[in-house]
């Protein structure tokens, strides 16, 4: 079965109730047409929009009606399930039942029940949100009343209005028609959609924008059509038909999805487009994930294997029966029994009759209870991988989440991870390092010297911690304290450095909401020199201004430095607000202006010229000019009031600004005023890059204060506050690499171009290099800090500008206008537009910002590594950071070759891959050519790194290239592949994973790595701040990357090797209570009969001996947690299955068939040529099975803790007690075995305890105590000598050191190879002489197998 | 002060279960637990071993096959199933005093009472005396519920059915005179079976139960005559029935006839010459099976059984071998020879 089918399966049985509804739904709708018109409901005769969903949700699955067989009918689509119940209904076969029917339905009734009652639990906890969520109250538009009404959400419905307010959620998604916002917008927190945190705007729909008064349903006439639902949260496509014939495009932009927060705006009007299960935020919702881990794909097999062996077996039996029959002939046996009819049935229909009874008596070989007890523990592993407090982030309060629930074993068999670098191996905090201006770098050493601190800070921190960490347990509450009181006087002592992690802490509560503005972030140390050069162009510009000279008299270096930094504050999409209402805008308007709509307004516009502030005269003209080209759209509203409401909205805004903002013409002792508030205004970005320029602009007080659709205002040193009219954005998007703003510039008056973007885009555009000598300096120089400041590791961008002339502009706008007016193709004319303002640019400079590395990550690659696992970095971010990154997290090591794949071509990429094959070859034998062991594993350890970039990528992702290319990178020790595309993560993904068959984990923080979370084996998330999409498509979220060692070498190995034991155990037990059996047959005339009661039969698994399992399963640790982490070879183990192999199901059937014989047979010994009665015999065997299991389960477990003992001494007295109980509760029922006071009799022989002390340590003796002793003794010395060994070879001294303290813990056992001699002694002393003097890296395999278990002789 | 308003609500919770250090022991197979361990296990069961071995030692057993297939033995004429009510006689001899108190078997090889169909071949209302089952006996019968004249059968099914009829008289041979050894059924059944399990109808005569049923084919009288002697032990709680009843284990086996406890012969059975009387109803070559009568005494550990002893003993030795050689291998390794 591939795993995709298995997959889909999976998932269609999980989620098939939850979305039939939605999929019936959907269906019926196909048949319609594809758009979705909606009407107003202010109509008041019927209902208009009668097809489409309401706004009730029901996530369940089921009603009282339908839960009985709609969750059969779910838990009948488990292929286990449906069999066992076909066993139960066989019983009720009268020539082939084994057991009482009734009886016989227990199990499967049990567990099917069990499980029913967990979904109805679940699903009632749905109902209960769903009836909390459904009597929400929001406002709608009754037309009866002509008011707005309180309604409930469930209510609502398609084509209702809705009012709106401030901080309300939204019920269904909406289209936008009115906001009480003065530029007609709506700012939505989308964090319960995305996670995002920072805001979002939301445009009235065009029609309406230029409305003046409140909206009035009553008026609206226009049918909406738009797209069908769909999950798809960034499209909305649709056109809004108005009575005059007149059609408006609706974009993404005009619709509020349901579930978001309106912030920032007091109230807003809008039409329901799609309501309850219809809406974007439920189609996108699909519960948890559902995968089958490797380990249960392997115990599928094994499962299979259990199925054969019970058709063998029943066939065995069956011939052997008939056999016996026909012995018989004629004659007939006085203990024949016939059939009813009274004839003899002839051998060969008894053979097949016997056939079904065995497979009933049988069927315990398959694990019925196995497949729920994986699920308990699985359920119980997940809990405590919850719990961990080493996974737990105390700055973001968060936890791991574990969103797929059954694969945690996986964890533990990782092989490969892909890593994305932003926001996973770094912090995603950008902090401005350095710039560059005009070819001058700045090289900023305070500033590095204060990031240099909060490293320090944090690791001394660190040190406290841990200090206070080791101590025992007992004193953990005092040392606790003292470690408080530490680190309080170190903050106080240092008090100046704002920022150990504590303070961070502190500051990331206090500005919980907005992101990207930690203290490292924001308080960054400005150059003095370049502070200087800022204060002193900006006082000469002051100066020219007082003076009406022109600007352009300035130095062009200096105008380039301001230029700078205004392209610094301007040039990004931060939002302003302020610090008292975190989520509610600052707002502040010297003119009230829409951007540019049209040529006329444009010119209009552009006549006189004004300078910094405008006047209320002025924005009305424009409001004019606005009114009268939208008048085909303001008809239809009513505009009486328009005028009177927005004057008093005026006025309401400059009496609030007063205090503030009336200085106009600025002034010191304004600015001073200013100054006061400035250090709290909150940037909100919506990328940390941005964030970060702002604030260092702001560092050079060039600080952004406001910013509003049509204008960004900008205070400088001198010169107050500058407001610059913002004529267009032309956003950030990642073919571009860039994003640009059109502004106004007050003093020039020019129309200027900032651009901002990667430095690879940037320099294309400049203009071309014979314009002038200073640019071309300009430009070498800023060229050669880019690639110092790429081997820093900083992210660079480059900032541009241009000055265009009216006319270019005019030309540009109408071209512009029409691209965005256009209905198909918008996005690429408007891509296209674009590219026709970004060229010629003039260089300004550059910056370099530093992504930090997240805490420990790198001391957790190397122990990731060291546990085996390769690393490949896939990084969207240029070639030189992600090297430079990537030595700094140690992936790449300095002493290490690299192999660089950069290829222009197909051809020159073919070339290049042979090359280094053949190069990787060559060092694959100097180094290593006495490893031939080596070979066999997937994994080629050279001391090799590779690196690729997105274009070579591409060319190596090529069908015919892609088996070279994995061969090249399987030999390198780390790949780091840059300029990828996500699409280019997943192939590299799934590439490896389904080429060299491995298991892969892929982690990353943000919505480009989406695509390869999904297609690994296990998908990790970083819950970081971009957002939570890498979290919503992960199986595991975790808060930062460090805890990615834990949940690997610690969780992922317990669990693991939890889970695989548990299994084997499982099979090992069923087949040896099954052999008991099958021994019989041989006793019986193979006639199906069973010493052991049916009782005991049918319970024994699912009630005696299943709880001690199930705490074995969930709490054993096989290695603490501690030495996992000191010795992250341990992994390996995982890695190469080596607690699960598919011979150890063999050695486990073996065992299990030798474990019965002795059960069987020192009993049948003990009472043969006695009067034993069939059932007096049989009570000793099922009590020495228990006790064998029980105590097979006790050597298998490494640690006991009370639970266990619990457990173990539950499960004997509940044996006891039931079968007491059961022997003495009815002398004649239970036929055919009648046990009365069968099991009080044994009880009272004393050959029975006799019996129960001999055949267990017989059945267990054997194959556990010497072997394990002997070879424990052996490798005790041979290990600590082997460690020793490797250690001094080894600079890891401190190994040898913690395995001989540690030695009791780390059962040290050796590979196979050393057990398999464990009797002859010399071949130990050859065989560890080899690794004495075998390569460094033998000698670490051999120090691995030493510490790695055997596990062949465990025969579990 | 700021630092306790953190907001935790996600803080895991710190007790030693979900943080996964719940104090635990760590079972050690170091040698120096193991090698005195194996040693004192090995002793144990070598003295186990040795007490089962005395014990079963001074179980003495006769076992006398009385299946009659060679030509020679005195049970031979009666193998002809054509022959009724036959009788016939062995005679033996005891070399020394059998002790009491000597437990008289009677046993069956290859006869497979375990067999499944026949085991639920029973109704277990009827036997304990429900009147209901008299008339429609329990499917479970099937096909000894009724005769050919559609009349129930009681006790129905195959076990009662099949119930073994031979029956034994032992005499003590004096001076050619015959002193015949008395014999007690009682309590020869598991006390359970006879006192709860098994009733019979409170009707008396118990024959009148019995009204419109019949007996079971192969039986020579109906269950309410199976004990002519004593009118207590009829019906369901007839000893032998009971005995028979509780089926055996596994196909050889013997079940408890009757037991020698009175008059001379409570200290055992003196030394000198027997006969044993033999009444061959119960035909067994059809199958290849064997009949045999079996004089044992039993200890507390029940009856002779050298296996337990020798399976303790060989287990405890092993135990020791291997201790010696970890012990060896141990100073082996720990005091190595070089460095």
Known sequence: MTRESRDTEITKAAGAGATAAVRGRKKRKNKENKTRTVRANTLLNDHPNPHYANNKIKTTKYTLLSFLPKNLFEQFHRFANVYFVFIALLNFVPVVNAFQPELALAPVVFILSVTAIKDLWEDYRRHRSDTEINHMDCLVYSSMERRYVEKYWKEVQVGDFIRLRCNEILPADVLLLSSSDPDRLCHIETATLDGETNLKQRQVVRSFLDLDCEFDPFKYHSVIECEKPNNDLNRFRGYIVHRSGRRDVLCKENLLLRGCTIRNTEEAVGIVIYAGHETKAMLNNNGPRYKRSKLERQMNVDVFWCVIILLVICSFAAVGHGLWMFQYGDKRPVFDVLSPQGTNLSPIMSAIYLFLTLIIVFQVLIPISLFVSIEIVKICQVYLIHQDMDLYDEETDSHLQCRALNITEDLGQMQYIFSDKTGTLTENKMVFRRCTVAGVEYSHDANARRLAMYQEMDSEEEECMSHGGTLPRRESVTSHQSARVVLRSQSTKSHRRTGSRAEAKRASILSKHTAFSSPMEKDITPDPQLLYKVNECSSQMDFMRFHSQPMSQLSSD?????????????????????????????????????????????????????????????????????????KGCSSLLSSPSAESTLTKLHEEQSSHLEPTFSPVPPCYDGKASWNLEEGELRYEAESPDEAALVY???????????????????????????????????????????????VKHPLTDQITVYTKGADSVIMDLLKPLDTGKRQKKIICRTQNYLNLYAADGLRTLCIAKKILSKEEYACWLQCHLEAETAIQGREELLFQSALRLETNLQLLGATGVEDRLQDGVPETVAALRRAGLQIWVLTGDKQETAVNIAYACKLLDPEEEMLTLNADSQVSHVSLVCKSLGLSKKKQINSSSSLSSHNTSPFLVHRLGLVIDGRTLA??????????????????????????????????????????????????DGANDVSMIQVADVGVGISGQEGMQAVMASDFALPRFRYLQKLLLVHGHWCYSRLANMILYFFYKNAMFVALLFWYQFYCGFSGSAMIDQWYLIFFNLMFSAFPQLVTGTLDKDVSAETLQRLPQLYVNGQNSEEYKPYMFWMNMIDAFYQSLVCFFIPYFAYADSDVDLFTWGTPITTLALFTILLHLGIETKTWTWMNWLSIIFSITLFFTVALCYNASCPTCFSPSNPYWTMQRQLQEPLFYLLCLITPVTALLPRYMPFRVLTRIILQHRGLRGVRASATGVQNVDIYNSQRAKFSEVKLKLGFFCLCSSFTLNNIGTNSHRGGVGTHTHTHAHTDSVHIRARAWRLE | MVKEELSTENRPDNTAFTQQRLPAWQPILSAGIIIPGFVLIGLAFIGIGVALLVTSQSIQVMEIDYTGVDQGSPCFKCTDSTVSNCKCEIEFTIDKLFEGPVFFYYGLSNYFQNYRKYGASKDASQLSGDLDYFTSPATECDPYIKDNNDKPIVPCGSIANSMFNDSFVLSRLINGAKEVVPLDGKGISWWTDYNVKYRNPSITPLKNAFNGTVKPINWPRPAYELDTSDPANNGFINQDFLVWMRRAALPNFRKLYRRITEGNYADGLPAGDYSLEITYNYPVLSFDGRKK???????????????????????????????????????????????
Not at chain 1, 711 to 734: A, I, R
Not at chain 1, 959 to 985: G, H, I, N
């Open chain 1, 558 to 630: 200096l105008s380039d430095i301001i230029d700078f930094f205004i392209a610094l504050t301007i040039c990004n999409t931060v939002v302003v607000s302020s610090p008292n209402q975190p989520r509610h805008k600052v707002r502040m308007r010297f003119e009230l202006k829409s951007p540019v709509k049209t040529i006329e307004d444009f010119i209009k516009r552009f006549t006189p010229s004004r300078l910094t502030s405008g006047s209320n005269s002025s924005s009305s003209s424009s409001l004019i000019t606005n009114r009268s080209s939208n």
């Open chain 1, 696 to 742: 260092a602009a702001r560092a050079y007080k060039c600080s952004l204060v406001g910013r509003l659709p049509d204008q960004v205002t900008v205070e400088l040193p001198h010169l107050g506050k500058l407001s610059f009219e913002l004529l267009h954005t032309l956003g950030f998007d990642s073919t571009r690499k860039r994003m640009s703003v059109v």
């Open chain 1, 955 to 1004: 060319y190596a992702l090529d069908k015919t290239l892609e088996d070279k290319f994995l061969e090249v990178a399987r030999s390198c020790r780390s790949v780091l592949c840059c300029r990828s595309t996500p699409l280019q993560k997943s192939m590299v993904v799934k590439l490896v994973r389904n080429k060299l068959k491995v298991m892969t984990l892929a982690i990353g």
């Open chain 2, 293 to 339: 009568v079996v004089f044992s005494n039993v200890s507390w550990m029940g009856g002779k059984n050298e296996f337990l002893g020798i399976a303790y003993l060989v287990i405890g030795s092993l135990c020791v071998i291997m201790s010696i050689v970890m012990l060896i291998v141990y100073a082996k390794f720990k005091f190595p020879d070089e460095d």
